[in-house]
DNA sequence: TAAATTCTTTGAACCGGTTTAAAGCCGTGT
DNA sequence: ACACGGCTTTAAACCGGTTCAAAGAATTTA
């Protein structure tokens, strides 16, 4: 604990301070720290009691740079978007199982996802996990040319790159059973705007709409509340409609407020249901019917994609796509009768 | 952009496979690369355009080792934490604005916060942003005494360690004011349970009531929404109270949740506000009196002391206390008249 | 034209570890 | 006494850059 070294400034200590005050070489001092057969039971218990007199901390740098392999994972994280946070604990917890080290790449500042990328390239991680990449598929293509990646709840096609997602389909249609189990007939669809998670979740919808011979309504949506509670604007008063499948829990969110200001009713009057299930959906005082996308599992096998790579040598690649959970909570209810 | 070195696997240009091609020694590759004066304009040229060539990037790993400075920030996260999250955000924008990239050292999986903080130190960072750090001072001390340290967000008392908050004491003066001003008399603390922060609030609160020339209560809250709830247990029917300030957002979202199920409506019979200003206070369905703590400001503030003393080489310690702002919004309102 | 000065470039040391071929040491079998 | 095989330990190369004193080339000055 209190190491020798006491005052600030001082130079840490270093392999060779050890391998001098021990009177061995450097080379062995390495062999013990690192727990490699070899060195002599007597002198390796020397060593690490000087190592541990000093105060010794391995260089990583160093290591790092003797060393073939770094055991480092890079991951993409945007810190102010609490579904990475969630994920990235379950992340660190199957990394750290596995013995790799994570490095987190957060995309913020004036740093885009690209040089964020870059960045891990640099920091020499051995794979690369990108969380709900926004980049588009050919610029990615060259820079992670080198690095074993996975892409982590999103549809990417590219030959190299692995793919950990939710069944986002299914988790439609789940919600659309739902629903019309509890007699509704009317069903819209607030999207996520442009992009290919908003894009599979729209075409899902369809399809759950046309296997119950209803009537689909698209509305044309967005990522944030703001945008949700806008597209309320193109439903006219007397549509009919009595529930509202959102793209996902901020948009529903964002459709709660607007609905419940013109004092129609939630679940009473219109049923909305979210996507994500994050932590403001579970909140008490939103309870919002949504689909859970395992987070925990999506991060254990990303982690577990990639180390088949660098540990088994894995090559060719592989989607993988796990079930999506309804979880029915207090913002959906039968449709109101009158309705029928 | 089109690098020369196709395919996967293979090994990765180094400054002296640029040097063989270009004819010239390392060094001066090197030199060019880092934008050192010295190299002829003509030389620099060819250099570039080879790296260019061969897709060339320099290895962090080899250059942290060699240089003197690694000119890296640590910065400990919660990840699942959303205000960390936000913090994080500003604090990456100021390191880069200044020169410095941030490794993010997540608190998670089976890594508390000591061995985040070891990890960081291993990474040979240079200074330390410590973001509501809830490890013991002493526990601390030894680990960070070779680095600059910087303690975002609560009150450390170590000799050499920066801190810089946000006036928690104006700021539950101000809440108390606002409830006065409003016509509250009998107002109640929930609390943050033990801790360094919550026996700030509390204290301030005490303060407050002490001025307005109110009779002080205090009950035993906590960190989360439950507890706050639970709070409310300890207090009787015909309390007379009219209005709580809780510890934080989370602990009010709780006690809001709890009045409106027992029927009590807010901000009607009982005003409640919450501290932080978090993006659950912001979201209008629950549109939460509170207090705003300059993320932004605690973000620059931080960084710049952390710069301060690796370029300015100051030494002495500084404690920089941040105002913290009122932010009213619908969940405090007059008390209702026949409380009086 | 030689000397002094300035601009470029080189070569080697260094950062702090890891890795491995080879050397040293020891006991054993003959 | 000598060769042999199994531990320990050493010495040196290596990872990929950075840095800087000194050498070399080009230019200016005397």
């Known amino acids: 604990m209190a190491a020798e070294r006491a005052s600030r400034g001082q130079r840490r200590p270093t392999i060779l301070d050890i391998a001098n005050e021990a009177g061995v070489s450097k080379g062995l001092v390495s062999m013990v720290l690192s727990g490699a057969s070899g060195p002599s039971a007597a002198t390796a218990e020397r060593v690490v009691a000087i190592a541990e007199r000093l105060g010794y901390r391995t260089n990583r740098t160093a290591a790092l740079l003797a060393r073939r392999r770094t055991r480092l994972l890079g991951v993409t994280i945007i810190p102010s978007n609490i579904y990475h946070g969630e994920l990235i604990e379950d992340i660190q917890e199957a990394a750290d199982a596995a013995g790799y080290e994570l490095v987190l790449g957060s995309i913020a500042g004036s740093r885009d996802e690209l040089r964020t990328i870059e960045m891990l390239i640099d920091f020499r991680c051995e794979a690369l996990l990108l969380v709900g990449p926004t980049v588009a598929a050919h610029k990615l293509a060259p820079i992670i040319a080198d690095v074993p990646t996975v892409c982590v709840g999103r549809v990417l096609d590219l030959p190299d790159v692995d793919v950990v997602r939710s069944d986002d389909s299914k988790g439609m249609g789940a ?24 894009d599979g979740r729209r075409r899902a919808y369809r399809a759950a709409m046309k296997r119950h011979q209803l009537e689909p309504l698209v509305l044309r949506g967005g990522l944030t509340e703001r945008l949700g509670a806008l597209a309320l604007d193109a439903l006219g008063e007397s549509s009919g409609i009595t529930a509202i499948m959102a793209f996902n829990d901020r948009t529903a969110i964002g459709i709660v407020d607007r609905l419940e200001r013109q004092n129609v009713t939630v679940p009473g009057e219109i049923s909305v249901t979210g996507f994500d299930d994050s932590i403001l959906a579970r909140h008490s005082r939103i309870d919002l019917t949504t689909v859970n996308q395992a987070p925990e599992e999506q991060a254990r096998m990303a982690v577990a994609a990639a180390i088949e790579r660098l540990d088994a040598g894995r090559t060719e690649r592989r989607e993988i796509v796990l079930p999506a959970n309804l979880i029915v909570r207090g913002s959906t209810s039968s449709p109101p009768s009158q309705a029928l």
């Open 175 to 198: 919600v659309a059973d739902h629903l019309v189990s509890l007699g509704h007939r009317r069903i819209a669809h607030v999207d996520g705007g442009p992009g290919v998670i908003a």
